[in-house]
């Protein structure tokens, strides 16, 4: 089962995050606490079995707290929370609560962008730098993202998030520190909250307002969502509590990019959502028009990510079936939405902790697969036959192999000389700024090269790539023990040691 759920993390890798828990001082864990959950639209007997699955989950200390909906051929059939939103003060979990979803936001940044461009103030196949105050930085001339490159992550932009704490955000300083490119844009997949990043200054400097008036302006507000958010996470007077796997408390905090995981919603406000995606909400067109909305949910079979849309992971699951999925994982939540807009059927699932990785997921199509049987089986065939494609076994990579040596570099001018020793078996043996050698498991995704690595007191997660003699690419770096999260992405060119 745990493989299914990493193969399911691989379907809707578009929209989950790699998000570090934060590290603050934290309240004790508390004991088990009764099940209490509270019933707005009962479960069909069809879907009874997930409701017990679900009080047994918060019964073992799983989650917190669960709340789900299920919408068959355009109705909502069950709309139910288990748990607690906030276990020190024994408040049960209601349909109302917000939830942290991280990067499900990417989806509503997306159609944020979108609305902009159904505007004519943005071209999707415009460059990106057209509508930006900054330059991006890189090491050598390569071809720039457009809008669209950023949307659908070929932008080269490296992947990092960042916290400031609560209020302390400065769009005209964070901007600066992912202003960087990595490959050439167009074609290589590489997930990047930090290219959501610019998309969300973009937006601001088009609609000339901030980005969380944006969203509320152009999607929140159109669709009646009322108590969505997209500034802080854990402090707004609906918020859930924010949990980490112990169930100690995680204070409030700040998350940037928000728009590529910093925002939040009640189960009711992503029916709405949900059911916009499928054309079937009363306003919907008040977004976006259904040929936009089209546009968003189609693929590109000619780039590396065949089922990735602008904004959403994407599978045809038959000639006239497509199967959307959008979902996120953060400190204090985790979240998943997948639709099948030609049933006109939609599963929603949302937790106030991070839980573990790929159940919330797996728990999501599984829910869906009973609505539409055999659903799982084709959306497992997608994927891995598109893991077969674009995942090769690392063996026979003649052209990273080797001994590598450069130097990397950060908007704010820091630098990285690095060292790296890539095996044929797969491994890595790096050494940055002189540290002791550290050992690291390669991935390799059509012609990338990744790992993450853990010195003493940095992570640091590269992504190389081959450029003639020589190898282009990014080191994001992360202090292990600061209270907050701190990726700073770093560009370079390595030529082979001497």
């Not at 069909?44 to 017990?52: A, K, T």
């Not at 999707?124 to 991006?136: C, I, K, S, T």
């Not at 949307?151 to 400031?164: A, K, L, N, Q, V």
Request: glycine share 8%; proline share 5%.
């Amino acid at each position: 089962m745990q493989l299914r759920a990493n193969i399911i993390v691989s379907l809707v890798s578009f929209g989950v995050a790699s998000c570090t828990s934060i590290d603050e001082n934290i309240n004790s864990t508390p004991g088990a606490v009764e099940v209490q959950h509270s019933a707005t639209i009962p479960a069909p007997e069809q879907l009874d079995q997930y409701r017990s699955e679900f009080e047994a989950a918060i019964a073992d200390g799983k989650y917190p707290s669960i709340a789900v909906s299920v919408i068959d051929d355009g109705e909502v059939v069950w709309r139910e929370t288990f748990g607690q939103s906030d276990i020190e003060s024994g408040a049960s979990a209601t349909v109302e609560d917000v939830y942290a979803v991280g990067s499900l936001s990417k989806s509503i940044t997306a159609t944020v962008i979108m609305s902009m461009v159904e505007d004519g103030l943005i071209d999707l196949n415009g460059l990106a730098e057209d509508y930006l105050d900054v330059e991006l930085m890189r090491v050598q001339p390569m071809d720039k993202p457009r809008v669209k490159d950023l949307i659908h992550m070929t932008g080269g932009i490296p992947h990092g998030h960042f916290s400031p704490g609560i209020g302390k955000s400065d769009a005209d300083h964070y901007i600066s520190r992912f202003a960087v490119q990595a490959f050439p844009a167009g074609k290589h997949l590489l997930y990047s909250n930090y290219g959501y990043g610019l998309l969300e200054r973009i937006a601001e400097l088009v609609d000339k307002k901030p980005f969380h008036q944006v969203a509320k302006d152009r999607v929140f507000a159109p669709l009646r969502m009322s108590t969505a958010r997209a500034e802080g996470l854990g402090n707004g007077p609906y918020d859930s509590t924010l949990y980490d796997e112990d169930k100690n408390v995680i204070p409030p905090y700040e998350w940037r990019p928000v728009s590529g995981g910093g925002m939040s919603f009640s189960l009711t406000d992503l029916e709405k959502y949900v059911l916009f995606h499928m054309g079937i909400a009363a306003n919907a067109d008040a977004v976006l028009s259904s040929a936009t909305r089209e546009k968003m949910q189609t693929t590109f079979p000619d780039l590396e990510a065949p089922i990735v849309a602008l904004g959403l992971g994407s599978l045809q699951i038959s000639e006239n079936e497509r199967l959307l999925m959008t979902s996120g994982a953060i400190a204090g939540g985790r979240s998943a939405a997948f639709m099948f807009p030609a049933k006109r059927d939609a599963v929603i699932f949302l937790t106030n902790s991070r839980g573990d990785s790929g159940e919330v997921e797996l728990t999501t199509v599984r829910v869906m697969d009973t609505l539409n049987p055999s659903t799982f089986d084709k959306a497992i065939a997608i994927v891995e036959a598109h893991n077969a494609a674009h995942y090769p076994e690392f063996e026979g990579q003649k052209s990273f192999l080797g001994s590598w040596c450069g130097v990397f570099k950060s908007t704010n001018g820091d630098r990285i000389d690095a060292e790296v020793e890539i095996k044929s078996s797969g491994k890595a043996i790096v050494s940055f700024n002189e540290s002791e050698p550290v050992s690291a498991e390669l991935g390799l995704h059509d012609a990338k090269v990744s790992a993450s690595v853990f010195t003493e007191h940095d992570r640091m997660r590269f992504n190389f790539m081959p450029d003639g003699d020589g190898l282009i690419g990014s080191v994001v770096t992360t202090n292990k023990d600061a209270p907050l999260i701190n990726d700073m992405p770093h560009v370079g060119r390595m030529q082979r040691c001497q």
